[in-house]
């Protein structure tokens, strides 16, 4: 099978193109040609509507990428009607072009027929079944959706690792965290190792499969569903909503469901005494395998 992946150097785009195409690759022989757009958008259109076609030495069977950018490239590469295009997100324009689309679930209140939708992102499945005693802090930063509290959140935190004092405590921040943060974290002696992404970059999938714990800020929702879809227990930081909209709605939902424990703020009984309580998620949910279900449905609806 020889496939045409359109990418537009976003790290969090390819990655979740990238587990699709290695689970596709544990069924399917699978040939990789890579393509980087950088023509701007407006662009692209242009050469879209004049119908003027890229070259290219071979047809594939597959176009796929994710982003804005890879959009109108994956259209104009389509040159044979056997070759099916596959857009990782919510396409911006042409939706109807597409063979396939898919995309979070909550893009949609009515999913038309070229479309399969999943919850949250798409993540590698990573199953352990011998973890290690490690948990894994992994923070955000400033974010239209929550407010980002440094003291909140480092309280909760300090709870965090009250509760599993034997526990090796790991941080991962990201370039949207708060420098005045950083430094409190760095003085803080309970915690084993921070890793500032800016200066001293280790993957974090180093040590995601191995983890017991993983305590996530909402805002960084592809990370919330790496760790579910790795073995261990999620959890998420309580970060107050700056507005309801569709993030915060697929919060609420992996809160609900308990796909995922959380923390929270409480007022003692008959009291004005504020307290950090921590709920378990539901241990009888399984792994998230959303990517399992979309090479499923890639491959039903493609057979060759």
């Avoid at 001293?200 to 180093?206: G, H, I, K, Q, T």
């Avoid at 960084?220 to 959890?235: A, D, H, K």
């Avoid at 008959?270 to 395998?289: A, G, M």
Wanted: proline share 5%; aromatic share 12%; with cysteine.
């Amino acid at each position: 099978m020889k496939i045409c992946w359109f990418k537009d150097s976003k790290i969090g785009h390819e990655k979740q193109v990238h587990a699709i195409l290695d689970n596709l690759a544990l069924s399917q022989d699978i040939l990789i040609e890579e393509r980087y757009t950088s023509n701007p958008v407006w662009l692209e259109l242009l050469l879209y509507l004049l119908k003027i076609k890229p070259k290219q030495d071979s047809i594939p069977d597959i176009i796929i990428g994710a982003g804005s950018k890879t959009t109108i490239p994956m259209l104009r590469y389509k040159i044979d009607s056997k070759t099916k295009v596959i857009s990782v997100m919510k396409p911006q324009f042409f939706e109807s072009k597409f063979d396939l689309i898919v995309a979070p679930r909550h893009d949609y209140k009515v999913v038309p027929d070229n479309v399969f939708t999943y919850i949250g992102s798409i993540a590698k499945v990573n199953i352990n079944p011998e973890l290690e005693d490690i948990g894994l802090i992994v923070i955000g930063g400033v974010n239209k959706h929550f407010n980002f509290d440094d003291d909140y959140l480092i309280s909760q935190i300090d709870f965090v690792i009250s509760l599993f004092p034997d526990t090796n405590w790991i941080v991962f921040n990201s370039r949207r965290t708060p420098e005045s943060f950083n430094e409190r974290i760095k003085k803080n002696t309970s915690i084993q190792k921070f890793i500032d992404v800016t200066k001293n970059f280790e993957p974090l999938n180093d040590y995601l499969p191995k983890a017991k714990f993983k305590f996530v800020t909402p805002d960084s929702v592809n990370m919330i569903f790496e760790s579910l879809s790795s073995s261990g227990e999620t959890y998420l930081f309580d970060m107050h909503s700056s507005r309801e909209n569709k993030i915060t709605r697929l919060i609420d939902e992996v809160k609900n469901n308990k796909y995922a424990g959380f923390l929270e703020e409480k007022y003692l009984e008959n009291s004005e005494i504020k307290i950090i309580t921590l709920n378990k998620p539901n241990t009888l949910h399984d792994t998230f395998r959303e990517v399992e279900k979309i090479v499923y449905e890639i491959e039903k609806r493609f057979k060759k």
